[in-house]
């Protein structure tokens, strides 16, 4: 996977048994329990959920951010959290919800972090400078490469962000509502763009049509335990969205495309 759209570089991600507490004693409180995700090579996993429901605590126990209390994660043969951290950055990227970054840099050096897991300790990999600008061009970014960071809209940096977590060249890309600055349009290239890299992601997103229409698979977690996990056909009934997000909606397939159309509470 060089930034252009290459299907050969995913890994399977599993999860099992995912529990993670915060807290000691009596003020001890568990934020996901007995969690699991099959997320085959190459697919795209939807992880779906209210606000507190476990999404971004599910996402950094598989970026490795976080230990797990109990449980496992494997990225192809391996146990996630038995890597060392460089390798793990080397394989898996995570797109976080608010991430900052340095004020200084320009648009070109951030997303020129996303090499860093792949330096040596005195040189850059030749390619360095091609994959930093094939990543910036397949996110449509590049235009914006002098551009310092303090000066762009919420929108480009989120699409800075997925330029950054390409140029990594993952195995696994971890997305934490990468939509929730975007305009429409933008909106369903960036799903389809995550599609087209061929990588194994996940990523946590509050639009039900959405999901339904760009991902293999969504998983729904309320309260801090995954309640359903399958194709979205499976996954979202009207009687799933009331219950977890207490919502009425109507779930048509239209040309083989589950559409979710809101009512109301
Ligand atoms: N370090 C922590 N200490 C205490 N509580 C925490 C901690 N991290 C997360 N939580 C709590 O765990 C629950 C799940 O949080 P998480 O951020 O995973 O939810 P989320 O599904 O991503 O929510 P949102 O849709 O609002 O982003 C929330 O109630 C949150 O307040």
């Known amino acids: 996977m060089s930034g252009t759209g290459d ?6 991600l599993r999860a099992e048994g995912l529990t993670w507490h915060v807290g000691r004693g009596a003020q001890r409180r568990t934020v996901l329990a007995d969690a699991a995700l099959d ?26 951010l976080r230990r797990p209390s109990a449980g496992t994660v494997r990225i192809g043969d391996d146990d996630l959290h038995a890597l060392r951290a460089g390798a793990r950055a080397r394989r898996v990227a995570l797109v976080e919800q608010h991430a900052e970054t340095g004020l200084d840099l320009r648009v070109r050096d951030v997303v020129a972090l996303g090499r860093t897991p792949h330096r040596g300790r005195f040189a850059a990999p030749v390619d360095d400078d091609a994959t930093v600008g094939g990543a910036m061009r397949f996110t449509d970014v590049d235009h914006l490469a002098d551009r310092a960071w303090p000066t762009l809209s919420g929108g480009e940096r989120q699409r800075v962000h997925l330029a950054r977590a390409v140029a990594q060249e993952p195995e696994v890309l971890l997305l934490d509502e990468p939509t929730n600055h975007l305009d429409l349009g933008h909106q369903l290239d960036l799903l389809a763009r995550v599609r087209a890299l061929g990588v194994t992601a996940v990523a946590a997103l509050h639009d039900l049509d959405l999901a339904a229409a760009h991902c293999d698979r969504l998983v729904v977690l309320d309260a801090g335990r995954v309640v359903a996990a399958g194709p979205a056909a499976d996954v979202l009934t009207p009687d799933l969205v009331a219950r977890v997000w207490g919502v009425r909606v109507d779930v048509t397939e239209v040309d083989g495309r589950v559409r979710v159309r809101w009512w109301g509470r």
């Open 7 to 12: 299907t050969s570089g995913g890994a399977a």
């Open 39 to 64: 997320a085959p090579v190459g697919t795209v996993t939807g992880l779906l959920g209210p606000n507190g429901s476990g999404k971004t605590t599910l996402l950094h126990l598989l970026a490795g």
